[in-house]
């Protein structure tokens, strides 16, 4: 176990945290196997591109390149002068954007960690000591965020904006730290009132989409915001953005620094003050209500049994090989329950709903709204399925990959059927409702007239799900542990496989241009459909195909 | 078999509900140095939340509870300095070697690093777990797993022990050494609190047995006293009888008949 640098700093304040009755060396000693698991963990943001470092000796300061590269990317918004509201309320928004998402995705596990309760609490340790170890473990990681998002910008603002801008600056980053900390907690407390541990869970996953679509999105916008900030919007006070904590965060600024002197400005500074300190009063409070919530995750919410119906109807219109069937069925219930399988997923979901609008979105922006309904932009919805590739990929992973033993057991003829279930309940289950979401909104911003050109994109994404699956090795559904996914590197893979979706739209393409074309193509997607998945899943048994072999 | 001097735990009227349902329905039970318990009963009995309770990991129970002669509810963690617990779901922080999971543990009792490092050491090798030592947790079997949290909870030469399913997955040889070090630690005077649904091995390590059902103790004492009172054959006998158990018969050849059913519909 490493010593880490935090825990040295932290050994400076050890007479006072004997005074108010913690015990140091107990706290130390927790603290130090804290940060040695989570340099054993693998943050979301990273999860996809993780490789072999699963050895190395971790700290959690580790991973952060990714935070200092967004934190550069704050620079730019520093640059400006005049407009303090609108700047900082942007960046204020953007920190605050990252950071909560970041910790509900990424530290619920570690604030949520059920096996302390029964590894800690069984040993003399008291309650105050346990507590201040959880607060300083999650202030450390909270703060290591923060500095390298907002380090980049503060360096940057000390020689720009000079030194009281950077003051101020700083002392409301730790507020709204401590803001965004209690919020998370209370959040969780909320929720955890109201709903079972799975939902918390669920919903933690439900955060990884938002945050991946928010940082695309939020990046594009950024930038488009730029066009406003410089005709430079003068602020005008409204109620609701007293509700906006970010507008709270601006207002000093305007205050201290643009030397405005509006009782606005006033109020929403004393907000930004006042509201952390009241609610870290008040997460005090409500820390042992939190430990009494805690012990509701382990209680086994109720698994909805009601669409079980739903799927046997599902796998019946798109299975007609009852073995088919029945692996439709469990790869939908897997994916449905396994939570790596959504964690690993949900991002690549994020991306599919993101990426066919984002183009779309700048034109509109622009304000171009009838150049669209003539173009064809609508090609786009093509991105809609970058997620097979991940779905197709994580399919073999999960974290009880060790129930596959069960393949070896029954007796089974050919593989074939299985995957062919398989895919078929990826598609069904994630694709189709994603492709369908997309469709109405296409449609709408294109009018009816892409109706074909949609049914054409959707036999030409049947073809590349099968494509996908076939690009990598096939190995058996939920069979291989998710480690086992950092040691293969498939990004080259990925990469031919985006290629290709983008070949695939320029066909689509070049058929549109000539009358009855998308008629034509339509007609050869299907037959090569037919094809294609008959061959990729033979009927007999003797067919080499994919129906090789089981993993060792 | 109850020595002269105080009890090490007492436990009166002990009562004690979830949200739903009653689990404890006023326990009362003394327990004296040398002691080895077998806590057993139905699955939902209310085995583990007793544990829990003496733990302090469970709180919002009602009567009192006093280990070492003091009132656990007061506040002072400091008797857990003085218990080894081996918790019923193999819980232990596996991402972390075993090296790095028993000297902190250790140091959770207030040892020094390199004494619990030395002790922790010795006693893998002694468990034949020598080679793992500088591994991590996860890659562990079950009963590698077992070993360890035992190692964990007596590294610090607790007076009690509290236990539950202790042997599970252990190999048959496992099973002995464990078997015999309670047996020396009882003899030393430790008191071992120990709860299982093996009846063979509970008959034959427990100097008390204390069976509860439905939140309650239906029995209470040596084997060979449960024996007397009537209750003739093997433990499991006895707890099927005292749990109003008799129906495993019916129950088996039912499953048998349900096993083999032709279904009628398709």
Not at chain 1, 228 to 251: G, K, V
Not at chain 1, 513 to 541: E, H, Q
Not at chain 2, 240 to 260: C, H, P, S, W
């Amino acid at each position: 176990m490493t010593d880490f640098y935090v825990l040295k700093l932290l050994d400076k304040l050890r007479g006072g945290f004997s005074r108010i009755g913690v015990d140091y060396d107990v706290m130390r000693s927790i603290l130090q196997v804290k940060l040695t698991m989570d340099g054993r963990r693998t943050p979301t943001v990273l999860a996809g591109m993780q490789k072999k470092e699963e050895m190395k000796e971790g700290s959690p300061l580790r991973v952060q390149w990714i935070y200092l590269l967004f934190g550069v990317m704050l620079i730019p918004l520093m640059m400006l002068t005049g407009n303090y509201m609108l700047q900082m309320s942007l960046v204020f928004g953007v920190v605050m954007f990252m950071i909560t998402t970041t910790l509900i995705s990424d530290f619920s596990s570690v604030m949520l960690d059920l096996r302390d309760k029964n590894i800690l609490a069984s040993k003399p340790v008291n309650r105050r000591t346990l507590n201040m170890a959880k607060s300083i473990h999650i202030l450390i990681y909270l703060f290591s965020v923060t500095l390298t998002l907002t380090g980049p910008s503060l360096i940057f603002c000390l020689f720009k904006q000079g030194v009281l801008f950077f003051l101020l600056y700083a002392v409301e980053i730790i507020l709204m730290d401590c803001f965004i900390l209690v919020i998370t907690a209370l959040l969780y407390l909320m929720i955890m009132k109201f709903f079972d541990g799975e939902k918390l869970k669920d919903i933690i996953n439900y955060v990884q989409i938002i945050l991946t679509i928010g940082i695309t999105v939020g990046y594009q916008l950024v930038i488009r915001l730029f066009d406003i900030a410089e005709m430079s919007l003068s602020f005008n006070p409204a109620w609701w953005q007293y509700l906006i904590s970010p507008i709270w965060f601006a207002a000093p600024f305007e205050m201290l620094i643009g030397g405005a002197g509006d009782t606005n400005f006033v109020v929403l500074s004393v907000l930004a003050l006042v509201i952390p300190l009241l609610l870290i009063v008040a997460y005090i409070k409500l820390t042992p209500l939190f430990e009494k919530s805690l012990q509701k995750l382990s209680e086994q919410g109720n698994v909805g049994k009601s669409n079980a119906r739903m799927v046997d109807w599902l796998s019946k219109i798109t299975c007609k090989n009852p073995v088919e069937g029945m692996f439709f069925r469990f790869s939908w219930s897997m994916m449905k329950n396994e939570r790596d399988f959504k964690l690993k997923v949900y991002p690549a979901i994020g991306y599919s709903i993101v990426f066919p609008f984002i183009f779309i979105f700048g034109i509109l922006w622009d304000g171009n709204v009838s150049s669209i309904k003539g173009s064809s932009t609508y090609l786009m919805i093509y991105f809609g399925a970058t997620l097979l590739q991940t779905v197709v990929l994580m399919l073999r992973y999960s974290g009880s990959y060790k129930g596959s033993w069960i393949y070896k057991l029954i007796p089974l003829p050919n593989t074939a059927p299985i995957y062919r279930g398989m895919l078929k309940a990826a598609i069904v289950r994630l694709l189709l409702p994603l492709f369908a979401i997309e469709a109405i909104v296409y449609l709408w911003l294109f009018g009816l007239r892409i109706v074909p050109d949609l049914v054409v994109v959707l036999f030409a994404m049947l073809i590349y799900a099968v494509i996908c699956f076939r690009s990598y090795p096939p190995v058996l559904p939920f069979s291989e542990r998710y480690e086992a996914a950092k040691q293969k590197d498939y990004t080259a893979n990925s990469f031919g496989l985006l290629f290709l979706l983008m070949g695939m739209a320029g066909i689509h393409y070049v058929f549109t241009l000539f009358t009855g074309g998308v008629y034509i193509y339509l007609l050869a997607l299907v037959v090569l459909n037919l094809w294609i998945w008959r061959i990729t899943f033979p009927k007999s048994v003797s067919s080499a195909g994919h129906g090789s072999s089981f993993p060792g | 078999m109850g020595l002269a001097d105080d009890p090490v735990i007492a436990i009166s009227g002990l009562w004690m509900n979830y949200t739903d349902r009653m689990v404890l329905r006023g326990i009362d039970l003394k327990v004296y140095k040398g002691q080895i318990i077998g806590y057993i009963g139905p699955n939902g009995a209310g085995k583990s939340t007793t544990v829990k309770i003496m733990l302090g990991l469970v709180e919002g129970y009602n009567g009192k509870v006093e280990i070492f002669g003091r009132d656990i509810a007061d506040g002072d963690v400091s008797y857990k300095k003085r218990i080894g617990y081996v918790p019923e779901v193999a819980e232990l922080y596996d991402s972390l070697t075993a090296r790095e999971y028993l000297t902190f543990v250790g140091e959770l009792y207030g040892m020094k690093r390199s004494d619990v490092d030395y002790k922790a050491g010795k006693l893998m090798d002694l468990l034949g777990l020598e080679k793992a030592y500088d591994s991590r947790i996860a890659t562990f079997s079950k009963g590698m797993k077992q070993k360890v949290l035992l190692i964990s909870s007596m590294l610090h030469d607790p007076d009690i022990l509290f236990l539950d399913e202790p042997l599970s997955g252990l190999d048959a040889n496992s099973v002995m050494v464990v078997k015999e070090i309670f047996a020396s630690l009882a003899a030393r005077g430790k008191t071992i609190f120990y709860s299982s649904h093996i009846m063979d091995v509970v008959e034959k390590i427990s100097s008390r047995i204390v069976l509860i059902d439905g939140g309650d103790i239906v029995a209470d004492g040596s084997f060979a006293e449960l024996q007397e009172k009537g209750r003739e054959g093997s433990l499991e006998d006895i707890f099927n009888q005292l749990t109003g158990f008799d129906k495993y018969r019916d129950i088996a050849g039912e499953f048998v008949a349900v096993m083999q059913e032709v279904p009628s519909h398709d």
